[in-house]
């Protein structure tokens, strides 16, 4: 047998039994595997079952003889998915009955009957517009337009805090815009960054369900938050609020910004004793119908499928730097490239980035940083059988057109030859550019859906032979 020569106190190494391609398809295939798993359209289509006279969904069922109207509203990355999922649930007597408008970002606007997809941001950039604080309009507009007879499906998914703002009476959409921008560049997490967000918002901290007038509404949520959280997730529209403003005031004290000159009216605002939204008079349902374990767990099997030993977990709780999650990946793919045990691992869970200043940040995103910390860890000379992939479930990673990044040999090769210093773009925030050059992004598009991230690391666990058993 031909092989490959590397020193071992026990003997040879001989040839690989995954080659580098092998590698590369195999940790795509998993990823996708996951991803596939939280399709929003086919969640959606399986969470409804219209049955004769009721809608079952969950352990709760709805009788609809009397049913006046279906109302979908809602905002998210995957509310076009979701959207398209009720309506191939419904039955043709209940379609004249739907009418709706879900916020999503502009790549994923498509014409539908009966439910308005209205584009409330830019692709790629997660921040509140203008045409997003229209939508939010209408949304409450609708629900509280409601009658008894009517049933309100509310779709709520990652991204939906972002394309549905509603600042509070004093703050305007601008500085909302700019606090969004601070907190996220500072490296606040989305339970802190939604802390803020409900507390300065008229739709969102159960806002939406109190204005409901449906006698029921059900909100279908794909998670973007780790653990779950109801009230966090999209800034919980629908969910009673766990947080008092003084947790949004302790967010801003934390990252400094609470006697910024700029962000005056929102603290304002936080001090200001807000009016009492009152009871959730509608009977309020919230489902999770998908969430980064049910992408994990997706992935395991593929792994499995494809002869992999697996090992597999999803964080419960914010991660900490991406840089920090990279490195601890990289040690953990050597360990399985070079002892006994698993030779897959698959994990899901949402790291920070603290960006560099704006005048030396260059383009990137978590995921994408997440590798290239990966990498430098591990070292150029040192990837040999490795394959590490990381991508955000929602096609977007940063204010890019990537889903992420993988690191491997071929990485490594191509960064030699080309003497690019991982340090520099990994401390100006530049991995994007970094990877467009070694051909190692993850191009996918919208996806429609958003549970969090997604990253599969397998291993060429190459067989050490005794000198007398290895064929030279």
């Known amino acids: 047998m031909g092989g490959r020569l590397a020193s071992a106190s026990s003997g040879y190494k001989v040839s690989p039994m995954r080659s580098e391609a092998q590698l590369v398809a195999d940790a795509g295939a998993i990823w996708r595997a996951g991803l596939d798993a939280v399709d929003s359209h086919r969640l959606v289509r399986e969470s409804l079952s219209f049955d004769g006279p009721h809608l079952s969904v969950g352990d709760h069922r709805i009788h609809l003889p009397d049913l006046r109207r279906l109302i979908v509203v809602g905002a998210g990355k995957a509310g076009a998915g979701m959207a398209r999922g009720v309506l191939d649930a419904v039955p043709d007597s209940l379609r004249d009955r739907v009418f709706g408008w879900v916020n999503v970002p502009d790549d994923c606007v498509a014409t539908l009957p009966h439910i308005h997809l209205h584009g409330a ?10 045409r997003g604080l229209f939508g939010a309009r ?33 703050v305007s959409l601008v500085e909302k815009q ?28 159960g806002r939406l369900a109190t204005a409901c007038r449906a006698s029921t509404m059900i909100s279908l949520i794909i998670s973007d938050v780790l653990g779950d959280p109801l009230d966090v997730i999209a800034s919980g529209m629908t969910i009673p609020d766990t947080t008092r403003s003084r947790d949004a005031l302790d967010v801003m004290r934390m990252f400094h910004l609470d006697r910024d000159d700029r962000f005056t009216a929102a603290v304002q605002a936080l001090h200001r004793a807000r009016p ?52 601890h990946l990289a040690q953990l793919a050597v360990r399985m490239r070079d002892t006994p045990g698993p030779d897959c691992l698959i994990s899901g869970g949402e790291p920070v980035v603290q960006l560099a200043p704006i005048g030396k940040r260059g383009k990137g995103g978590r995921n994408q940083q997440l590798c290239l910390a990966a990498l430098q860890e591990i070292g150029l000379n040192n990837v040999d059988g490795i394959c590490l992939l990381s991508g955000g479930t929602d096609g977007e990673d940063g204010p890019t057109d990537a889903a992420g990044a993988r690191i491997n040999a071929a990485t490594a ?18 991995a994007y550019h970094f990877f467009v050059a070694t051909e190692s992004l993850i191009l996918t598009g919208p996806t429609h859906t958003n549970v969090c991230d997604l990253r ?5 666990r190459v067989e050490t032979l005794p000198l007398q058993d290895a064929n030279l």
Do not use: W
């Not at 805090?161 to 004093?170: E, H, R, T, W």
């Not at 090769?413 to 530049?430: G, T």
């Open 121 to 130: 941001r830019p692709a790629g950039v997660n921040e509140p517009t203008e």
């Open 138 to 170: 209408k949304i409450l507009t609708m629900v509280s337009e409601a009658s008894a007879d009517d049933l309100v499906l509310c779709l709520i998914s990652g991204g939906g805090s972002a394309l549905v703002p509603f600042p509070v009476d004093g």
């Open 178 to 205: 700019l606090l969004t921008q601070e907190l996220s560049a500072a490296g606040a997490t989305i339970e802190q960054l939604n802390t803020v967000r409900k507390h300065l918002s008229r739709i969102k901290g």
């Open 276 to 327: 009492d939204p009152g009871a959730i008079s509608t009977r309020s349902i919230p489902i999770v119908i998908g969430n980064n374990a049910v992408a994990v767990d997706a992935a395991g099997l593929e792994a499995e499928r494809r002869g992999y030993s697996h090992a597999m977990t999803s964080a419960s709780k914010s991660e900490g730097q991406a840089e920090d999650v990279g490195r």
């Open 413 to 430: 090769r191509i960064v030699r030859s080309s003497h690019m210093e991982i340090s520099d773009h990994l401390i100006r925030n530049d």
């Open 456 to 460: 599969v690391v397998v291993v060429d």
